[in-house]
């Protein structure tokens, strides 16, 4: 790798990170403003215009608290468990591809930091050790809503990452690759894999829920009747780092899914424009956020919208709905691949 | 890349003693976890990035979770003091040591034997990977599976007996 590259790919892992950041801090403004909208209220406006610094204000705040470590916590695992979940939740956005391919100066950037040929199950993976975050944290508070919060969100994100692996294998059934950039490069214009692949996405789009412990699978952390479920015991930044990758989850889970089933950052109609090469590929990371920030208003309007589950009916959805759902789709899409 | 691998194996090998000297189980499966992490290291190490994560996610990611999952649900918080007698311990040590022999013994050999046939790095990537397990090694591998299937279908049979 020459040091152009090598400086190159520095500064977009850095532009990535801070963007992800930006975008999880926002979010929660976001969220805000939305569930203010759905219930007919005004929601934050006191800090600045139309109160775009609050979430700034919420971080000044959340470093000023009192950091608290039970007395009968195990205090390693304690500091490590937050610390876990906002690791794994970053490191997703490496394979994902940002943009397409930048030309400067006769030389080719490409706008994603690395591209694995096993992309897809590197986000398994991380999903995988993203687990460990809430379990040890919830463990080691030493508090029963704490555990039961961490033992919940540990079984549903195991039984819903069966049925996410499934609608997966579907796509790359279709796909045949497992390289992210591949699986955009092949939906070009109005190739989008959701019209080839919309039971798939619709079980995906679920397990997303699920694995990102959103509402209406929220269980882990359900108030009514764990207090806060894992993080019970936490405060200050601690409390902060838990809430954050939650966020940060949600925009890389919408992420993916706009990469796998809805092009990522191809636009249609773009080659009929007639522009230079590289304002195509601005565009299209343009267009690339643009379908990201729909996404997580979904996921918002979705946690304002429908209640909450039983703990039950939620195992139940995953096993006996979206299992064999999932392998179902499986099936039809190899019989439509042999047939085709 | 040497430096890396002897970075891995060390942290390797020192996280797999502790799993074994630990007092406290939930320490132990933190080591053991560490300890895969870094067996999906040497697997990147050796160009096979799908077997590195296949073994981050079923070894990490299920495997490990549910070795937690029976610690917290045991409550398996507390220092564990154990007092074995004299004659257990002889014995571990025994048959420990013998098993060591049996390992030595049977690697000697492979350690000093050249290498048989050219080494393809690109054997580890998912393409070839596919290829040799679809085709070359079809029926036992079709054969596991099915073995883990029954393997399966025994645990739920056992479970539901009561």
Redesign the interface.
């Given at each position: 790798m020459e040091a152009n590259d090598l400086i190159f790919k520095i500064i977009l892992l850095f532009l990535v990170f801070i963007i992800t950041l930006l975008v999880a801090m926002y979010s929660t403004y976001a969220e805000r403003k939305v569930a203010a909208f759905i219930q007919d209220r005004i929601g934050p406006n006191r800090a600045g215009t139309f109160g775009l610094l609050q979430p700034l204000a919420d971080g000044v705040k959340m470093f000023m608290k009192e950091d608290i470590i039970p007395l009968h916590a195990n205090k390693a695992l304690f500091v490590m468990g937050p610390s876990i979940a906002m690791t794994t939740a970053c490191l997703t956005g490496v394979i994902i591809p940002w943009g397409g391919e930048l030309n400067i100066g006769g030389k080719i950037y490409s706008l994603q930091i690395t591209d694995l040929n096993i992309g897809v199950l590197y986000i398994f993976a991380m999903v995988a050790i993203g687990v460990y975050g809430i379990m040890l944290g919830g463990w080691a508070s030493n508090n029963k809503y704490a555990l039961l919060g961490s033992v919940r969100a540990a079984s549903q994100m195991i039984s819903y990452e069966l049925a996410m692996a499934l609608a997966i294998t579907a796509l790359i059934l279709k796909t045949g690759t497992l390289s992210l950039r591949d699986i955009v490069a092949q939906q070009q214009g109005w190739h989008w894999n959701i019209f080839y692949q919309p039971l798939g996405f619709l079980i995906f789009l679920v397990c997303a829920f699920a694995e990102t412990n959103r509402a209406p699978f929220d269980m882990p952390e359900c108030e009514s009747e764990l207090i806060g479920g894992y993080h019970t015991e936490y405060s200050s930044m601690r409390l902060g780092f838990y809430l954050f990758a939650e966020y940060i989850n949600m925009f890389i889970s919408s992420a993916v899914l706009a990469t796998l089933y809805f092009g990522g950052y191809h636009m249609p109609f773009i080659s009929h424009l007639g522009l230079s090469a590289n304002t195509v590929v601005m565009l299209g990371t343009l267009f690339f956020f643009i379908k990201i920030f729909l996404l997580i208003f979904f996921f918002m309007w979705v946690r304002w919208t429908i209640p909450r589950f039983r703990y039950d009916q939620l195992m139940k959805l995953g096993w006996k709905g979206l299992l064999p759902l999932a392998f179902i789709n499986i099936f039809i899409t190899g019989l439509v691949m042999i047939l085709l | 890349m040497v430096f890396l691998f002897y970075l891995l194996t060390a942290i390797m090998l020192i996280s797999a003693l502790m799993v074994v000297f630990s007092r406290y189980p939930?320490n132990s499966v933190?080591y053991l976890?560490i300890c895969f992490l870094m067996v999906a290291g040497h697997y990147i190490l050796l160009n096979a990035?799908?077997l590195a994560?296949?073994h981050?996610?079923v070894y990490?990611?299920?495997v490990m979770?549910l070795f937690?999952?029976v610690?917290?649900?045991l409550n398996l918080?507390a220092k564990i003091d154990t007092h074995r007698s004299v004659l257990i311990r002889i014995a571990a040590v025994v048959s420990g040591g013998l098993l060591f022999l049996v390992l030595v013994a049977a690697l000697k050999g492979s350690l000093t034997a050249p290498l048989s046939g050219k080494f393809d790095s690109s054997i580890g990537?998912?393409?070839n990977l596919g290829m040799v397990l679809y085709k070359d090694f079809m029926l036992p591998f079709e054969m596991s599976s099915v073995l883990f299937l029954s393997a399966m279908v025994g645990a739920l049979m056992l479970s539901k007996r009561q």
């Open positions: - | 939930i933190i976890i990035q799908f994560v296949v981050i996610i990490t990611g299920a979770v937690l999952f610690l917290m649900l918080n990537l998912v393409k």
